[in-house]
């Protein structure tokens, strides 16, 4: 009790609340509600989209689970920032009890947009920008938690598309990249024997974070971390549409991305943080060591 560390399923997914369970029974303060939510926002927008003229859809009950899945989001992670002289350490900490992000892999990611505002609150620096116009992603410049799936040269001849990495999950036969964050209680071997190895990163065992560090550039006087969650990025939607030549769904989901933000990416957590003047070579006094 008290504890907000996350232990069960039912921690996140049936969160406490304050009620009765049955009508004689009496009042408590760790009544579990049935919500079960995800994070499946996105996929609550394009269902109310096309289900909008059905009056057999409760469009009210699609909004209320939106509500509930964003609201699992924002409890997901937590950021933690620190300066260290001429850099900028983010540390993004998993408080779920499965890898950050999970679920199934086609499309989901989490990445850290950092922005570096001067005195006046323009952007100086930007990590990780999203254009909302193009639906893309600089993905370069900062980190991005993911799975990619691939083929090896045998599943690629018998499947017949091009060995490495690949949108097609079923058919796939090997890990590129699983850089997703770990939960508390994480060892490299007992995620390897579960058959989810870290891979192209590094997690030590017990670690639940992943911290990355971003060059301070001159006249930076602030910085804003916002860690975004996506899981109908353009490039997953697209290679359905195309994928699919049977029937009009490919197309219709694709308009229906298009008409309900295309995908926008959801903000997790935010931080922000006062910097000092960064350290510059050179500058006598100006690269002492110690944290803002």
């Not at 560390?5 to 369970?21: A, I, L, N, R």
């Not at 689970?65 to 900028?88: D, G, V």
């Not at 058919?171 to 007992?190: S, V, Y």
């Amino acid at each position: 009790p008290g504890s907000t560390d996350v232990s069960t399923c039912q921690d996140c997914h049936m969160p406490p609340t304050t009620g009765v369970g049955c009508y004689f029974g009496e009042g408590r303060a760790d009544l579990p509600r049935h919500d079960f939510a995800g994070a499946a926002a996105p996929a609550l927008d394009l269902i109310a989209k096309l289900t909008e003229s059905d009056p057999a859809v409760d469009a009210a009950a699609i909004a209320r689970a939106r509500a509930k899945a964003i609201a699992m989001l924002e409890r997901a992670a937590t950021l933690e920032l620190r300066q260290e002289t001429s850099t900028l350490a983010v540390r993004l900490v998993n408080q779920t009890g499965h890898k950050l992000p999970t679920g199934h892999i086609e499309g989901r990611r989490v990445w850290l947009n950092v922005r570096f505002l001067g005195g006046d609150g323009a952007i100086v620096a930007e990590h990780g920008h999203y254009d909302a116009a193009t639906a893309e992603l600089d993905e370069a410049s900062t980190a991005v938690y993911e799975m990619i799936v691939g083929l090896s040269p045998t599943a690629a001849a018998l499947t017949g598309f091009a060995v490495g990495p690949t949108g097609h999950m079923a058919l796939a036969d090997t890990i590129e990249k699983d850089n997703r964050i770990p939960p508390r209680g994480f060892t490299n071997a007992a995620f390897e024997t579960a058959g989810a190895p870290v891979v192209a990163w590094t997690y030590a065992d017990g670690q639940h974070w992943d911290e990355r560090t971003f060059p301070i550039p001159a006249g930076a006087s602030s910085v804003a971390v916002t860690a975004y969650y996506q899981s109908t990025p353009r490039h997953y939607v697209e290679a359905l549409r195309d994928g699919n030549v049977t029937d009009q769904w490919g197309v219709t989901l694709h308009d229906l991305w298009s008409a309900t933000g295309r995908g926008a990416p959801i903000a997790m957590t935010s931080a922000t943080l006062a910097l000092a003047a960064p350290c510059v070579p050179g500058d006598a006094g100006a690269c002492d060591d110690g944290d803002a």
